[in-house]
DNA sequence: TACCGTTTTGAATCCAAGG
DNA sequence: TCCTTGGATTCAAAACGGT
């Protein structure tokens, strides 16, 4: 790692993963040079004992030592020294966001507000797919918390409105996004077939918060890069990363997975700025969920084509919109329900956009 | 108020509503008394217009972030205090809900676990008609947060879980409940058709808190009583109130408001319970009725047999215990419910020796 | 291939009574 | 208080495997 230039001025790292301690990283990073931080600490979960399914199949709880601390006053020491760190290489209209469970998110929280940091919204991740409690003995510990915050008082942080709208089908974003877990394809896996990462985050939760609290060329840094969600979506949209991760399995894991994302081009990366008319359905989801992907080209029955962008609209040749919009502007109609209008190509077919609207439906019933 | 016996120690003033700080009254009530505390919290942090520092003299706006931690501190301070008090009445078995927005639930969360409180759940109120965010600056704050937690680890809190499982269409509750805000007929309204109390909560945020975490004839105490919502649901439910309120005037509204509350027949208040609650029937018994005879063989789902001995154990090739013990060890399995597990042979088919068991407790009604 | 039933799994502070 | 033992307990989604 070479911070250091000739004139003797810190340089940014970027798009570079960082093996090293989070705090000592960032106190050897310059001062107010990041725009945004995204951070997934340990949650301190303090689990005493192993837990089974009821069919006595035994539950892969977190027991990594990085995620036990001695008390909580360790945990808060802690906390207000990444905190601390992290606020000083932020710019002064940069923002934080930090994910946590009730085991930590408080603690995180009051620390934040603490320092100076100023909470925007705190924001739940509720889980349409969350782990069931076995025992019955709580409710189902469905969802997650973030915390969004500027450096301080008064800033003048970024938030693309406009563009959440449109995710949200022309209704404003609310602060409760329903997201699936990490599973599947997307899930790292080890050599063994079992999972990479405890914790690995969906790429659509930072979907959203980069589109919604950077702009394209804005610097992300993440002090707890695991496997690299956080820089993988980064470089897709456009963002520049830098990532601090203290495990070298994870570094090179995430290097590699980085290495394989593709930048999205500029003209998908461009987001709503104004007010347009309301779409009913939100087409933003199919895009967050990967359903499909920004850059996609959609087609008509007609032969028209159009590209998805990053935040849920189309572009054309003249043309950005909704759906509806660039499919009435190309057919020179009054209006257009873009949902059948527009086709996506799957194994040489061409298939309604419809049928991926109705898989979100069912999903969340 | 009279929390004094003659015999010189104090008493419950149950289902009254106290005029006075909530601080004070809960230290005058007699300890390990209560079962459930609910608590709407004041978070008026005042973190503009404060400038005094905790011993009131005046801070010069000069160090924005000690001004801020001093007011935090205030509010830090105010919370120890009342969750003290409120721990010292809560029985050894008790809880305590406390509900939140991001304005304080972080501190409030973090001083519950400090004072040893035991986390069970955080859960979300996602509400169904939020007020929309109108300047478009941040995300529209559709929710507030519960905290749900015991008076300390390993304590024995009361979950009806069977219950809202049912309330919740036969699949287990979730931390994320969706319901809508307080308005119409519900909202009590002043005299000149304004409403009453600035954050009176629904009454059905407090019937599903109620039935999931109290059984009838608990003792549940709020301690900021407001308009008195908690001590309403409760009257309704069959359970007892203890409201504390400084404001005179909510307390007025809060009497007249309860006192037209009708109390729930008996048999209404039933609720769901699990197969746990049930008395327990040893598996001798089975065979001491001659519902199994000394030398059956009883079968498995997965095809292995044992024999019943006379002191209801079994015994298979290797192993001879209980019918737990024996399944366990023939599936390789850490525990093994034999009720479920073997099966006995009436005329050709295969019965699970749990229906012997229901006959037994059918009889026992 | 397509379909359908089965198996697997996910940031979890996950038991209670009796001796 | 510790130790033993009985026996209660899961949802959604994706992967997997067989026809």
New binding site residues.
């Given amino acids: 790692m070479e911070l250091v230039q000739a004139s003797g001025a810190a340089t940014l790292p970027l798009n570079e993963i960082i093996c090293g301690d989070c705090i000592e990283v960032m106190r050897a990073l310059p001062e107010a040079s990041v725009d945004l931080i995204f951070a ?18 035994r ?4 027991d990594d030592d990085w ?1 036990r601390f001695a008390s909580f006053e360790d945990y808060d020491r802690f906390t207000r020294d990444w905190l601390s760190a992290a606020r000083r290489i932020l710019k002064p209209n940069g923002a934080i966001w930090v ?5 930590n998110i408080f603690r995180v929280g009051a620390t934040l507000q603490s320092l100076g940091f100023w909470i925007l919204n705190d924001v739940i991740w509720r ?12 409710l ?2 469905a969802h ?1 918390t973030l915390i969004w915050a500027s450096r301080e008082e008064g800033a003048k942080y970024t938030f693309n409105y406009e563009a959440l709208k449109a995710l949200n089908d022309g209704v404003q974003m609310r602060s409760d996004w329903v997201l ?6 997307e ?1 790292l896996k080890g050599e063994d ?3 990479a990462h ?3 985050k969906p790429q659509a939760l930072l979907h959203r918060v980069l589109v919604a609290t950077t702009n394209p060329g804005d610097v992300v840094l993440d002090p ?1 890069f695991g496997t690299g969600t956080t820089g993988a979506v980064a470089k897709m949209l456009g963002r520049d990363f830098i990532g601090i991760e203290r495990d070298e399995g994870y570094v090179k894991l995430a290097r590699r997975r980085i290495a394989d994302v593709r930048r999205l081009d500029r003209a998908v990366l461009e987001v709503s700025s104004s007010r347009r008319a309301e779409p009913r359905v939100p087409f933003g989801q199919l895009v967050e969920r990967g359903l499909l992907r920004p850059g996609e080209v959609l087609v008509s029955v007609s032969g028209k084509t159009a590209k998805v962008r990053a935040d849920g609209t189309l572009v054309a040749q003249d043309v950005k919109g909704s759906i509806h919009q660039v499919g009435a502007a190309l057919e020179g109609a009054p209006s257009c329900n873009g949902w059948t209008y527009w086709h996506f190509r799957r ?1 040489g077919q061409a298939v309604p956009i419809d049928v991926l609207r109705q898989q979100i439906r ?4």
Same sequence: chains 1, 2.
């Fill in positions: 997934d600490p340990p949650y301190n979960l303090q689990l005493k004992s192993e837990l089974h399914r009821p069919d006595n199949s539950v892969d709880a977190v995620d994910i946590g469970s009730y085991h889980k349409s797919n969350p782990m069931p409690n076995f025992r019955g003995k709580r189902t510990n997650e699936p877990i990490c599973t599947g394809h899930r077939g079992s999972k405890p914790t690995q707890f194994d069912a999903e969340m019933n």
